[in-house]
Antibody
Framework: EVQLVESGGGLVQPGGSLRLSCVASGFTLTTHGMSWVRQAPGKGLEWVSAISGSGGSTYYADSVKGRFTVSRDNSNNTLYLQMNSLRAEDTAVYYC??????????????????WGQGTLVTVSS | DIVMTQSPDSLAVSLGERATINCKSSQSVLYSSNNKNYLAWYQQKPGQPPKLLIYWASTRESGVPDRFSGSGSGTDFSLTISSLQAEDVAVYFCQHYYSTPPAFGQGTKVEIK
């Protein structure tokens, strides 16, 4: 069964750091790019970051650029999101999602499937 | 950046009736080289992650009931539920995957009238 399981969420003070993990089972992370997508409480979906299948290319939303870093450990089939300088507006459920990898002239994200169950990050003093 | 705008924000439909959700992109998501629209639809129920329903604007994901259909091209798209069932109560999102950043519509909440 193809599955993604996130962990690492929790309560952190503004300015603090957290590292999220996403472990894949039933498929190999290196096949396609992976993304992090977040959802603030009661709000819509916001793409946060992506990493290519090889790990050689990374992409970020303007809202997190310079504060978040996406990486992967292919030996452990695990995706990471290092989040620094956290703000109250970063409070959300963070999902990892597998991209289908279909390319246009501009990018190679594809649709997102499967998704993990999500991990809640709360930034509050 | 391509902005996705859905309408309406919510709708209430009687069981067995048709529900239609619209999604408009600020730029075309049709890739001329392969004539494909880089547009997906997702269903999200409370406490669950989004579930892929439709990709390439009109291709139904395996296992998705055929009462769900997607249409449109370029900048204007629709998701139709032909005969609403109780289990279809959810929030529906469109998403383009044409360029960076891939973006979602704000969501449309579907309820039973």
């Amino acid at each position: 069964e193809v599955q993604l399981v996130e962990s690492g969420g929790g309560l952190v003070q503004p300015g603090g750091s957290l590292r999220l993990s996403c472990v894949a089972s039933g498929f190999t992370l290196t096949t396609h790019g992976m993304s992090w997508v977040r959802q603030a409480p009661g709000k819509g979906l916001e793409w946060v970051s992506a990493i290519s299948g090889s790990g050689g290319s990374t992409y970020y939303a303007d809202s997190v650029k310079g504060r978040f870093t996406v990486s992967r450990d292919n030996s452990n089939n695990t995706l990471y999101l290092q989040m620094n300088s956290l703000r109250a507006e970063d409070t959300a459920v963070y999902y990892c999602a597998n991209g289908s990898g279909h390319c246009s002239s501009a990018s190679c994200y594809g649709w997102f499937d499967p998704w993990g169950q999500g991990t809640l990050v709360t930034v509050s003093s | 950046d391509i902005v996705m705008t859905q309408s309406p924000d919510s709708l209430a439909v009687s069981l067995g009736e048709r529900a239609t959700i619209n999604c408009k992109s600020s730029q075309s998501v049709l890739y001329s080289s392969n004539n494909k629209n880089y547009l997906a639809w997702y269903q999200q129920k409370p406490g669950q992650p989004p579930k892929l329903l439709i990709y390439w604007a009109s291709t139904r994901e395996s296992g998705v009931p055929d009462r769900f259909s997607g249409s449109g091209s370029g900048t204007d798209f629709s998701l139709t539920i032909s005969s609403l069932q109780a289990e279809d109560v959810a929030v529906y999102f469109c998403q383009h995957y044409y360029s960076t950043p891939p973006a979602f519509g704000q969501g449309t909440k579907v309820e039973i009238k």
